[in-house]
């Protein structure tokens, strides 16, 4: 038996210009810039990591846990405010997670985002039950580029890392999967280009270009 893990933003949910347009927002009213560099350099790992950094070269006092809880959850927040109306769903995404269920694969979450995030991606896919395991940012020690998340997944599902196949967009979390012993599969959705998914056993323009006999050969 073989499983499927797909990471959320930028593989099955289109949504990188509402997470940056949160991060924008947030980062403002607190009088802190926050660009694109930053953002897609953070992109796919804890918002600890880019509210330290951020914080920092603006020339504020260290964060405290106290205060990285709070605009962590502000930011989340207003993610989620943002995707509230209309949903953005990649193309092929709930179709894709049908067919290698279909097909006999096991499937899990493993997002680094916290769990009301990934409750809204599974509820605005329209994808509630298809999922036989969740993973979130708050379920682990250590962030991607580190497998714990993906490891933990494959463990929830009870299938050996070297029968997993990973849906990835960011450059950590095809690390982290490649570190994990599973094979890698790259959406390249906004933001992200081919040259920085190289680390992926395959890479695809869109989700609808995969396919199950496509996984099937990568796993074989």
């Known amino acids: 038996m073989y499983a499927a893990i797909f990471d959320l933003d930028g593989t099955l949910v289109d949504s990188y210009d509402a997470h940056f347009e949160a991060w924008r927002r947030i980062s403002a009213r607190h009088g802190v810039a926050v660009d694109v560099d930053d953002y897609y350099r953070h992109f796919g790992r804890r918002n600890e990591d880019l509210l330290r950094e951020c914080w920092l070269r603006a020339g504020r006092e260290a964060l405290t846990e106290q205060d990285i809880h709070h605009l962590d959850e502000e930011k989340e ?101 490649k570190a994990a012993g599973m094979r890698c599969v790259a959406i390249t959705s906004k933001g992200h280009t081919v040259q920085r998914q190289s680390g992926a056993d395959m890479v695809c323009a869109t989700v609808s270009e995969v396919t199950v006999a496509a996984i099937l050969a990568l796993l074989a």
């Open 77 to 177: 927040a207003a993610y989620r405010e943002l995707v509230a109306e209309q949903f953005p769903a990649m193309s092929g995404a709930r179709e894709l997670v049908h067919a290698l269920r279909g097909a006999g694969f096991r499937t899990a979450v493993g997002s680094s985002g916290p769990p009301l995030n990934v409750q809204r991606a599974v509820e605005g896919l329209d994808l509630g039950g298809a999922f036989d395991a969740i993973v979130t940012g708050r379920d682990v020690t250590h962030c991607k580029p580190h497998p714990e998340c993906f490891l933990l997944a494959a463990s929830k599902l009870g299938i050996s890392p070297e029968k997993c196949v990973v849906f990835e967009d960011a450059p950590a979390g095809i690390t982290a999967a």
